[in-house]
């Protein structure tokens, strides 16, 4: 696990309202997304964020991002996301935290998940969960 640079990790996750493990994550996915983040291993801090937001869903669409941030211990990183995406004409808030390991020969790559609400006016607040993976640039 490097201690001294930094790095920029992109890669793709997905989001659903169903949580357990990643593989039931993904089997239930109502949204897919790009992830990115950069990392700097010196002082155990990150930056990112999840965007490109697509649903499995016909017909409904996503703009926005959402940001991300958190520290490092370790080869595990823990963060926390808060933003909102605008969906159907709609703010949809989002707010969690995320929490995963560095994996690979020299921290080549980054697996983490995601539990956090989603709410928007009008609406009942529903959990959302997270599966995601990312590769060093």
Request: hydrophobic share 35%; charged share 5%.
């Amino acid at each position: 696990m490097p201690v001294v640079g930094s790095a920029r990790f992109q890669g793709a996750g997905a989001a659903s309202i169903v949580g357990g493990s990643p593989e039931i994550i993904l089997a239930n996915a109502t949204s897919v997304y790009e992830v990115e983040a950069n990392v700097n291993f010196a002082t155990g801090t990150f930056t990112g964020q999840a965007t490109n937001f697509q649903s499995t869903q016909p017909g409904i669409t996503f703009s926005g991002s959402i940001p991300v941030t958190g520290s490092i211990s370790g080869s595990g990183f823990n963060g926390s996301f808060n933003g909102s995406l605008g969906q159907q004409g709609t703010t949809v808030n989002y707010s969690g935290s995320v929490n995963g390991n560095f994996v690979g020969d020299n921290a080549n790559g980054m697996v983490g998940t995601g539990i956090g609400v989603q709410s928007a006016p009008g609406f009942i607040s529903q959990p959302v969960f997270n599966y995601w993976g990312a590769e060093r640039q």
